[in-house]
C-alpha cells in the first residue's frame, strides 16, 4: 500500500513507476496490491522514490496495531475509490449509449421505441451497480447475518 501511495503522490501511473524501476507493470500491480516482492523489486522502487529500503521491506519494518488499522483503513478508501470510479464509467456508457440508440431509434423507426427496452434493462443493472457501491450489504449484509445466526441460536437481539 506505501508503494501505491508513494506513486500516487508523485502522480505517476503503474506503468511509469515500472519503466523507473525496470520493472514489469505486473510486478508493480502485485507488489502495491499487497504480495511479497522480491528483495531486488524492493529495492529499485526505494531507489526510484529515494527512501530507505528498510521502510519498503516489511521483514524488517514492525507496525503497531494503530499503524496496521490505518493502512487496512486506508486499503478500504483506495477499494471505494475503484469501485466508485468503476460506477462512474458505466454510469457514463449507459447515457452515451443510451442516448445514440435513442436517436438511432427515432431516425429509423419513430413509431415504435425499442430503445426504451435497452434503457430499461441496462437501467436496471446501473441502479444495482449503485446499490453495491453507495450501499454495500443492505439487504444480505453483516448484520442480517448476525440476525439469522442469533434466531437459528434461538437468542434475541
Not at 21 to 34: D, F, H, N, P, Y
Amino acid at each position: 500500500m506505501l508503494i501505491q501511495k508513494l506513486r500516487l503522490k508523485r502522480g505517476w501511473s503503474q506503468q511509469q513507476l515500472a519503466e523507473a524501476g525496470g520493472l514489469s507493470v505486473r510486478t508493480v500491480q502485485r507488489m502495491e496490491a499487497g504480495q511479497p516482492g522480491s528483495v531486488e523489486s524492493l529495492k529499485s522502487i526505494a531507489a526510484v522514490f529515494e527512501i530507505d529500503f528498510s521502510t519498503l521491506n516489511p521483514e524488517q519494518t514492525m507496525t503497531s496495531t494503530a499503524d496496521a488499522l490505518s493502512e487496512r483503513q486506508e486499503q478500504e478508501a483506495f477499494e471505494h475509490v475503484r469501485r466508485l470510479r468503476g460506477f462512474y464509467l458505466h454510469l457514463l456508457r449507459y447515457v452515451i449509449v443510451v442516448l445514440a440508440l435513442l436517436a438511432i431509434n427515432l431516425v429509423v423507426s419513430p413509431q415504435r421505441l425499442w430503445a426504451l427496452w435497452v434503457m430499461g434493462g441496462w437501467g436496471l443493472g446501473v441502479l444495482i451497480h449503485a446499490s453495491r457501491v453507495f450501499r454495500p450489504h443492505w439487504l444480505l449484509g453483516p448484520a442480517w447475518e448476525r440476525r439469522q445466526v442469533e434466531k437459528r441460536l434461538g437468542r434475541a437481539l
